[in-house]
């Protein structure tokens, strides 16, 4: 069975990689270096380019990860297994942050109707669609406080940057004119426009 690459889970993971290995992955030498690393420590073998695909250096599109590269992959990060590795994640011990100058998407930027995909630690997924003038609704969400339909604003949504959601309003009426924050500890760890 194969994973989303895009699972915020996903993102934890590399970073871990990344200080375990010792720097970013940005050169396909990188992932040559790291590849050999991942051979010598858990006796496992995976490629170069496999390695590329999940840090989506790769160009083609490839959105699954199999399990047996998450596998080795969290066996090298120090844990048994990709199930192991997420169990913590949950418990909170293998969670660390940083912060980067990464992206950032502005809802003055966006038309409505425009959807976007939001992840967090430990496993928060969520679409959202633009109705105008800084206010969304949520289409679908995964593992989260929020709910279908409920309504906030937001100015922008960044990369390892909490989501600041104001003017809350749950779908069923119960919560109105509170602040939502998404990702608290780590920020958003996936942003994308779908």
């Known amino acids: 069975m194969a994973v989303e690459s895009s699972l915020p889970q996903i993102a934890s993971l590399r970073k871990k990689i990344e200080d375990i290995f010792g720097k970013s992955l940005i050169t396909h030498n990188d992932f040559v270096n790291l590849a050999y690393k991942i051979r010598e420590t858990t ?3 995976i490629s170069e380019t496999t390695l590329e695909r999940v840090w989506n250096y790769s160009t083609r599109g490839y959105d699954k990860i199999s399990n047996y590269t998450l596998n080795v992959l969290s066996e090298y990060a120090g844990y048994f297994d990709w199930q192991n590795f997420c169990e913590e994640l949950k418990k909170g011990s293998a969670s660390d942050s940083d912060m980067f100058d990464d992206p950032v998407l502005f809802s003055k930027d966006l038309k409505p109707g425009n959807r976007i995909k939001l992840g967090w630690m430990p496993d928060r997924v969520c679409i959202i669609k633009y109705l105008g003038n800084n206010r969304f609704i949520a289409e679908e969400c995964h593992n989260t406080t929020m709910k279908e339909r409920d309504i906030f604003s937001c100015l922008e949504f960044g ?9 809350f309003q749950s779908e069923d009426g119960k919560v109105k004119g509170k602040t939502y924050i998404a990702g608290i500890k780590e920020g958003i760890t996936l942003l994308k426009l779908l």
């Open 43 to 45: 006796r496992k073998q």
């Open 159 to 167: 990369i390892n940057r909490p989501a600041v959601m104001t003017d």
